[in-house]
C-alpha cells in the first residue's frame, strides 16, 4: 500500500493523504482547535495538549500496529485521523479504534470518507480484524461517513460520556474486517 495518496475534489482541489510527521504537530493542534469545543476536548486527551507533546506522540508511535494520518490541501492540514491498536484492552481479535477530525470548511466533500478508506485499508494490510469507533450520537455527519464505510452500531454499546459540565450519548460503531 502506497503511504502517500493524492485524489481530487469535484471542484478540482487537490487533498493528499499522508501519515503525519513530528513536524505537523502546531498544525494539527490548529485543526483539531478549529472545531467544536466538545471534539477539541476529546481529540486533545488523545493527541496531546501542546505542540511538544504532539510530537513526541508523533515520534513515538510505532507505526506498524498505529496510523496518524493527515489529509492536506496546498500543504494546510485540513482533516486527520487516528488508528490505534487495542491490544491493550484484551480484545478477543485484532482491534484498532479509529477516529477522523475534519476542519470546519471542508467537511462534507469527501475527505473524511477518503481518510476512512484509507484506513480500513491499512488496518487489513496490518492484520488487524476489526474496527471501531466511538461516535458521539449528536454527531450526525460522522454517522453517515462510518456508516458509509460499513461500520454498524454495537448491540447495547451506547453509553453517557462527560465532557466538561456536559454529559453526551457515544455509540460504538463497528466494522469487521477480512
Known amino acids: 500500500m502506497r503511504e502517500v495518496l493524492t485524489y481530487q475534489l469535484s471542484d478540482a482541489t487537490k487533498v493528499t493523504l499522508r501519515p503525519a510527521r513530528p513536524d505537523d504537530a502546531a498544525a494539527i ?3 483539531v482547535r478549529s472545531s467544536s469545543a466538545e471534539r477539541s476536548y476529546v481529540l486533545m486527551e488523545i493527541y ?7 510530537r513526541e506522540y508523533i515520534a513515538g508511535l510505532d507505526r506498524t500496529r498505529n496510523l496518524f494520518l493527515v489529509a492536506s490541501v496546498h500543504d494546510t492540514i485540513v482533516g ?3 488508528v490505534l ?3 491493550l484492552c484484551l480484545a478477543a481479535v485484532p482491534t484498532v479504534a479509529v ?9 462534507g466533500r469527501g475527505i473524511g470518507s477518503a481518510l476512512l478508506r484509507y484506513a480500513v485499508r491499512w488496518a487489513k494490510a496490518h492484520g488487524f480484524e476489526r474496527m471501531e469507533a466511538d461516535i458521539f450520537t449528536a454527531n450526525k455527519r460522522s454517522l453517515r461517513i462510518f456508516d458509509k464505510a460499513g461500520f454498524r452500531e454495537e448491540v447495547c454499546k451506547q453509553r453517557r460520556v462527560q465532557v466538561g459540565t456536559q454529559q453526551i450519548n457515544e455509540v460504538i460503531l463497528v466494522k469487521t474486517l477480512g
Open 48 to 54: 496531546g495538549k501542546d505542540e511538544t507533546a504532539q
Open 99 to 107: 477516529g477522523v477530525h475534519l476542519v470546519q470548511e471542508w467537511r
Open 29 to 31: 493542534i490548529a485543526a
Open 85 to 87: 491498536d487495542m491490544h
Open 80 to 82: 486527520i485521523l487516528a
